[in-house]
């Protein structure tokens, strides 16, 4: 069984999900419960250290952290007075420092947890090359996302980098610290993983956040082309069940032109939001002639009641940067 510490109520609801879950993914159809560990009260104030074990809160999965960013977050519901300003599309949007943090996806739980496990891509390291490339079992995690565990177990999380990236002290908390290997691979790919910036906004109970990404350039004898993914999450914060129909994007490039994508769906999907499955995370992919420019758009929503609605994206930047100009993350 899985040891509550001081949880609330609403929160035992929670991680009784997140149980069935372990059920499902542990023994598919057994009916044994897998002990994870035993829950931790979760930090309101400092960040998470290195090799924490945790459980998401929204999606239910096991995960460890490697490191943490600090990213400016824009929520278009919460006015405040802070000094880091962004406008786009007109609004005035005040952004508020906040930690999020790079983590592992336990392989077990991938296959049941509503998010792409694939969706930290990169592009080819050679300037012939046009692929992208998907580094399997990475997440960002925001600090009010993590319900943190502690657990004997010297290898409590599958992935294969998890041996290569962390090292089991038996006398320290957590008891997992980086290697040389993490600090090596942070240093070098930092570039195309830095978070910096994340928008949030709310429409009828439903909030959707966006993550942009820079992922660099490709070059030719006569073009350049610039290159961003972005992250998108769907979270129903009400009680009637909702479900993505449609999507439609509007596209700014700095070389002055505008794109418009219509479209069923997002990758494919029309995720149902439910009060038991309330969310929903994927990523996506743009391309510019342009080093900088700017999207926005809605989802079209159609609820249970039958009624429809537009739910606004809320308008991000895509702004290119040098390798220079990325900070690197401390990794305790």
């Given amino acids: 069984m899985l040891v509550l510490n001081k949880l609330k109520i609403r929160e035992f609801v929670k991680i009784t999900n997140i149980i069935l879950l372990k059920l499902h993914a542990n023994y598919n159809s057994s009916c044994k419960l897998a002990e994870v560990g035993r829950l931790n009260t979760p930090k309101l104030e400092g960040n998470y250290k290195t090799g924490q074990l945790f459980l998401h809160r929204v999606f239910g999965y096991r995960g460890v952290v490697l ?68 580094i399997p079992g990475l997440d960002y995690v925001a600090h009010e996302d993590i319900l943190p565990y502690t657990t004997t177990e010297k290898q409590p999380l599958q992935h294969e980098l998890f041996d290569k990236f962390l090292i089991y002290y038996p006398e320290k908390d957590p008891p997992f610290g980086a290697q040389e290997t993490l600090r090596a691979w942070q240093k070098k790919n930092h570039p195309w993983l830095a978070l910096s910036d994340v928008h949030k906004e709310t429409t009828e109970n439903v909030r959707i956040t966006v993550i942009p990404f820079y992922m660099g350039c490709r070059e030719s004898q006569n073009s350049a082309v610039y290159w961003w993914r972005y992250c998108i999450r769907l979270e129903n914060l009400g009680d009637l069940t909702v479900q993505l129909r449609e999507r439609h994007w509007r596209i700014f490039s700095l070389s002055g032109t505008l794109e418009t994508v219509r479209g069923r769906g997002v990758v494919g999907q029309e995720p149902v939001l439910s009060k038991t499955l309330p969310a929903f995370q994927y990523s996506s992919h743009v391309s510019l002639l342009a080093p900088s420019g700017h999207m926005w758009g809605t989802f079209r929503m159609k609820r249970e009641d039958g009624y429809t609605f537009d739910c606004r994206i809320p308008p991000f930047s895509l702004e290119s940067k040098t390798n220079e100009n990325t900070s690197s993350p401390n990794i305790t």
């Fill in 67 to 134: 490191f943490p960013w600090i990213a400016r977050v824009y929520d278009r519901d919460i006015p405040n007075k802070r000094n880091n300003v962004e406008e786009v599309a007109g609004i005035e949007v005040h952004g508020k420092l906040h930690t999020f943090y790079q983590a592992l996806i336990d392989s077990r739980d991938c296959p049941f947890i509503r998010t792409q496990t694939e969706a930290v891509t990169f592009l080819g390291s050679q300037d012939s090359s046009r692929s992208l490339y998907a």
